[in-house]
């Protein structure tokens, strides 16, 4: 029980900064949903679009903090030092490259969408989200600096700060009287950005004021070689996961407007629920990655996640039972009701399983990065989403094309990965 106690404790924080950037997505899309209907079918293909470009960036050199874990619980202090200061240069370094997915970004969602009013408004969103997501780059990094080191307390209250001043500033800019560039969705795209400064200047002020203590190292090609090697399969693992993700939400535009602004809104509730096993996940990667020269002890952990993930499953579904419909339905105000209410009171029973199973793939994808395994999460990924689901879907499109029956394809892909995640473990613990 000590030992469950502890995971939690390590893991509260950042489950609390997970709630809170959904807290902050869910405001941020009722305030949109409240704006137009236009504005909010808008938001979720152009903020996925640019979440892909970006966050692969994010998952491949946020990946320090867990090498700067390693090295750390190993008193390799100068190692760690090390390790942060190439991802920190490497980041400024992935600026072009941004600049460079504006114009791609642009011909993709041109692509999947029909309505000039709507694509105007996804590739205004995608172009002032890339500039957020150079932001949520560096604030990865620095975070980085602290969770390697277990301070996940100093990171997690950071990071709600940041999203508490988003959530403060998202109906200004939204619903207030600033000029047109910073209204509406474009004003919710830069309230973020202005949010998303403040952990970063808060992270680089404290770093400068309590430095590792551990001598200069010079930097070096193998320190930067271990970063791309295991950073860039967690990267590419998200680019598949979100990639295939925008894919399938372009699909759901096809669909009749209420029925996608219920989708849109069950979105939304879902990532609150998966703030928690997020939080949870992340915890047991940094527990992993400290504790990796033990064997026996990150097995332990995940069972003790497990357990911890089924405590937050039982409570999400007690939400659902009590809270869901009258969430979902205050999205619902600007369009077709009983379409709303007909989609979202399904979509409201699929939901829970697909909880349940996302928690899983969370928890084994965590404990198999905390052991350096990115390359084989990576294939897992890719087997599951690019070879079984976007098949799947598209097939379902064809041949009912429905949200409730294209959403039941998602826990499908949960299921493989799972699957495949197990198998993968079990030749990890084989080898260990």
Excluded at 250 to 261: K, M, S
């Amino acid at each position: 029980m000590k030992a469950l106690i502890r995971l939690q404790r390590l893991a509260a924080p950042l489950t609390l900064a997970q709630l809170a950037f959904a807290g902050n997505t869910f405001v941020t899309n009722f305030f949109l949903a409240q704006s137009s209907t236009k504005a909010l079918n808008a938001a979720l293909p152009g903020s996925l679009l640019a979440t892909t470009v970006t966050l692969f960036l994010s998952a491949s050199l946020g990946y320090s903090g867990t090498i700067l874990a390693r090295r750390h619980g190993a008193g390799d202090f100068a190692g760690a030092r090390a390790i942060f200061r190439i991802a920190l240069l490497t980041t400024l370094g992935a600026i072009p490259l941004l600049a460079l997915a504006c114009p791609l970004g642009h011909f993709i969602l041109a692509c999947f969408n029909t309505s000039a009013d709507v694509l105007q408004a996804e590739t205004a969103y995608f172009d002032r989200l890339l500039v957020n997501g150079f932001v949520t780059t560096l604030a990865t990094v620095l975070a980085g600096y602290f969770t390697g080191q277990g301070r996940t307390r100093f990171t997690g209250l950071v990071t709600v700060l940041g999203c508490v001043i988003n959530m403060a500033l998202a109906p200004v800019f939204i619903l207030g009287t600033l000029p047109a560039p910073f209204q509406g969705i474009s004003g919710a795209a830069w309230a973020t950005t202005l949010a998303n400064l403040v952990p970063c200047l808060i992270f680089a002020a404290t770093i400068l004021c309590q430095p590792l203590s551990a001598p200069s190292a010079p930097l070096s090609r193998k320190d930067l070689h271990e970063l791309l090697r295991l950073g860039l399969p967690n990267g590419l693992r998200i680019v598949i996961d979100v990639g295939g993700f925008f894919l399938f939400v372009a699909i759901l535009g096809e669909c009749e407007v209420p029925a996608v602004a219920a989708s849109a809104a069950a979105f939304a509730l879902n990532g609150l629920f998966q703030a928690f096993p997020n939080g949870l996940a992340q915890g047991l990667e940094i527990n992993v990655s400290r504790n990796h020269s033990d064997p026996r002890l990150p097995q332990h952990n995940l069972v003790r996640a497990t357990i911890l993930s089924l405590v937050y499953m039982c409570v999400f579904a007690l939400v659902l039972l009590f809270f869901g419909k009258q969430t979902l339905f205050a999205f619902g105000s600007q369009t077709d009701s009983i379409v709303f209410e007909r989609t979202a009171s399904l979509l409201l029973l699929i939901l829970a399983g697909k909880a349940l199973l996302e928690s899983a793939v969370l928890l084994l994808q965590a404990y198999l990065r905390g052991l350096g395994r990115t390359a084989e999460t990576s294939r897992c990924q890719f087997i599951a989403s690019i070879l079984f689901w976007i098949p799947l879907f598209l097939s379902v499109r064809i041949l009912e094309p429905s949200i409730p029956t294209l959403w039941l394809t998602m826990p499908a892909c949960s299921l493989v990965n799972i699957i495949l995640l197990k198998r993968t473990l079990s030749r990890a613990n084989q080898n260990a």
